[in-house]
């Protein structure tokens, strides 16, 4: 025996069922049964609440716009701040003249100095979410392996306490290596257009 299939319930449901459906359906529990269950999935789905959005969203989705356009300015207000910041570091070091004292001391303690300024720039700029050319991203990497040897040599040079022209070379070495790694840095961020 042959039963209705889904679509014809649908049709007997909507009162256009052919003449054999409308036949079958008199005789068979079982289609009988399932046109039952389906004016109840019918009824079930009438009940469900209807969804009407509020008629007014505007003043919700125009203060939502604000204050991401108020957040944007902060951010770019920030970053235009933090580059003008590193800017004027890097003039002041590139512009100040070298100490002719002779105090090795004092010129060790500059070079420090000035190594952990241009190293608090650097982080100033947070490159790591951006996407670096391929030539720029070699750059980087080959000054941050030259400073991360560097330090290595300072580390085994300042706990042997001995040679100090030596380590202020070594010092001012990291500083214009230091100096290249933020000229590569900031170059990357003009060129981003922040």
Same mark, same amino acid.
């Given at each position: 025996m042959m039963h209705c299939t889904m679509e014809d319930l649908g049709?007997?449901? +909507? $009162? &256009? /069922?052919?003449?054999? +459906?409308? %036949?079958?359906?008199?005789?068979? !529990? &079982?289609? *009988?049964? &399932?046109?039952?269950?389906?004016y109840q999935r019918v009824a079930q789905l009438k009940a469900?609440?209807?969804? %009407?959005?509020? !008629?007014?969203?505007?003043?919700?989705? %125009?203060?939502t716009l604000r204050a991401e356009r108020s957040r944007r300015r %902060?951010?770019?207000?920030?970053?235009? /701040?933090?580059? +003008?910041?590193?800017?004027?570091?890097? $003039?002041?070091l590139l512009l100040r003249p070298t100490p002719t004292t002779g105090d090795l001391h004092a010129e060790l303690?500059?070079? #420090?100095? =000035?190594? +952990?300024?241009? &190293?608090?720039?650097? =982080? *100033?700029?947070?490159?790591? /979410?951006?996407?670096?050319?391929?030539h720029a991203a070699a750059v980087v990497a080959e000054l941050e392996d030259r400073i991360s040897m560097l330090d290595g040599t300072l580390a085994q040079r300042e706990s042997v306490q001995g040679n100090d022209? $030596?380590?202020? #070379?070594?010092?001012q070495q990291r500083v214009d290596l230091m100096r290249e790694l933020m000229n590569a840095r900031a170059t990357r961020v003009r060129y981003v257009g922040l």
């Open positions: 049709a007997l449901q +909507a $009162g &256009e /069922g052919s003449v054999w +459906a409308r %036949r079958h359906i008199t005789t068979c !529990r &079982e289609c *009988q049964a &399932e046109l039952d269950a389906l469900l609440p209807s969804l %009407r959005p509020p !008629r007014d969203r505007w003043p919700a989705i %125009r203060a %902060r951010t770019w207000g920030t970053w235009t /701040g933090s580059l +003008a910041l590193a800017a004027t570091i890097a $003039g002041i303690t500059q070079a #420090k100095r =000035q190594s +952990a300024t241009l &190293e608090d720039s650097l =982080q *100033q700029y947070d490159t790591d /979410g951006r996407v670096l050319s391929g022209a $030596g380590l202020v #070379k070594l010092w």
